[in-house]
């Protein structure tokens, strides 16, 4: 069965420094996600993405996020100068395209657990 | 209910039995529900949603309920398995621009005892 992956798994950084969280997404899916959760908190939403732009985007996703889909197959979240606040797993998701009477399942990767010192 | 801090609320149950976890939801104009399932250490997993204009769904061995009324939405999982222990919570959605931005409960942690 197709699934979304993520890498890394882990990934630890020092507070300031970039980081760049990578997706592939199931490969016939066009509508794409990355949400973020804090250890013991709820999953929060932070962007969505679809035909090469930001569609949706919460507070969360401030001037320090990027996303990009360089290629076919990849999908990225770049921070740029991490903070500790920062430090949560991020997940991947990804949707086929919303059409009239259908569900916009988001199949969701296993994350990446951020940890930022 | 939800808790404060870290603690979430759990729901323990004895293998065969079946459970039935809550989800109270904010907004009145959420027009669609989905319930997740959450292993330790794996990201959410679809297990089942609602649209608005239905009161009941139902799945392989489990059942979603909705209450517009008291926006109050439940998930029944029937006969519990050990493999059913894990987080679950309930998303509601509401429809942006072409696409559903979902907003995440805290969750209720499933243990099934065998």
């Known amino acids: 069965e197709p699934e979304v992956t993520q890498t890394p798994s882990h990934q630890v950084t020092q507070m300031g420094q970039e980081v760049i969280l990578r997706c592939v997404p199931i490969?016939?899916?066009?509508?794409f996600y990355w949400y973020r959760q804090i250890l013991g908190q709820k999953v929060e939403f932070l962007v969505s993405?679809?035909?090469?732009?930001?569609?949706?985007k919460s507070e969360i996703f401030d001037d320090q996020f990027s996303v990009e889909r360089p290629d076919g197959s990849n999908f990225t979240l770049k921070i740029r100068s991490t903070k500790l606040e920062d430090s949560a797993m991020y997940f991947c998701?990804?949707?086929?395209?919303?059409?009239?009477?259908?569900?916009?399942?988001?199949?969701f990767g296993p994350g990446t657990r951020l940890t930022v010192l | 209910g939800e808790s404060v801090g870290l603690h979430l609320p759990t729901l323990s149950v004895q293998e065969g039995d079946n459970s039935i976890i809550n989800c109270a939801y904010s907004?009145?104009?959420?027009?669609?529900f989905i319930w997740y399932k959450q292993e330790s250490g794996k990201g959410p997993q679809f297990i089942i949603d609602?649209?608005?204009?239905?009161d009941k769904r139902q799945g392989q061995r489990v059942t979603v309920l909705l209450n517009k009324t008291v926006k109050h939405l439940s998930l029944q999982i029937a006969a519990t398995q050990p493999g059913d222990s894990a987080v679950y919570f309930c998303?509601?959605?509401?429809?942006?621009?072409?696409?559903?931005?979902?907003?995440f409960g805290r969750g209720t942690s499933l243990i099934v005892h065998p």
């Open positions: 998701a990804s949707s086929l395209r919303r059409t009239s009477g259908l569900t916009d399942t988001q199949y």
């Open positions: 490969s016939n899916h066009l509508y």
């Open positions: 993405f679809y035909n090469n732009e930001i569609s949706e």
């Open positions: 907004n009145s104009a959420s027009d669609y």
């Open positions: 609602i649209r608005s204009n239905m």
């Open positions: 998303a509601e959605n509401l429809a942006s621009g072409g696409s559903y931005i979902p907003t």
